[in-house]
């Protein structure tokens, strides 16, 4: 079982069986080269393949950089779901608390102070409660992603029933990925490798 961070406000989509989908940067050393992704490959290889896509660079650019790179998740993987939590060890139940039960503000001053919230990347095994098994990977350009997919991905409100492919870009996709990625320099407009984890929730 391999953990998976996920914000507040995705946590909720999660929830409520809005959001089924997440796009990751793909870690490469660097741009030098030209990197091309391939998709299927358990579907092109009559021997069986043990992943299911990859980027690689078409051309080396010396012996210690890397060539080829692999999803960190497969097809068939369970995910535990680390998000914003708290241990509060005097409670008569549970002793974890989460985040996103106190709505997705990411306001440290509600609830009352008693709540001290830990950051996602910080919990542990035993105190997750949200388990996903993957269900798809590939591999594409950060503004490949479809219309269908910027809903899969929770992003889209569920009051909003029309509007435009660009429209939901401009008002939803891009500020959900800039919020989290353009400050370590892979905005929306420098068009990032990712790799796209479809997921169903499961128990435990």
Request: one cysteine or more; glycine letters at 6%.
């Amino acid at each position: 079982m391999k953990p998976i961070l996920f914000s507040t406000p995705m946590v909720q989509a999660i929830l409520d069986g809005r959001k089924t989908m997440t796009r990751r940067l793909v870690k490469n050393d660097d741009n030098r080269g030209i990197w091309a992704a391939v998709n299927n490959v358990r579907e092109m290889s009559e021997y069986g393949a043990s992943v299911p896509c990859y980027l690689h660079r078409e051309i080396s650019v010396d012996d210690k950089s890397p060539n080829i790179i692999y999803p960190k998740y497969d097809v068939g993987d369970i995910l535990y779901v680390r998000e914003t939590w708290s241990r509060i060890d005097d409670l008569p139940y549970d002793n974890y608390v989460y985040r996103t039960n106190y709505g997705t503000t990411e306001d440290d001053s509600f609830p009352p102070s008693m709540f001290k919230w830990r950051p996602s990347i910080h919990m542990p095994r035993d105190a997750a409660r949200i388990f996903l098994r993957v269900t798809g990977v590939r591999v594409e350009r950060l503004q490949d992603i479809l219309c269908g997919d910027m809903k899969r991905e929770g992003c889209i409100p569920e009051t909003v029933t029309g509007g435009q492919y660009q429209q939901w870009q401009r008002d939803y996709w891009i500020p959900l990925w800039d919020s989290i990625n353009a400050k370590r320099g892979y905005g929306w407009d420098t068009n990032p490798w990712v790799w796209v984890y479809t997921f169903e929730r499961v128990e435990p």
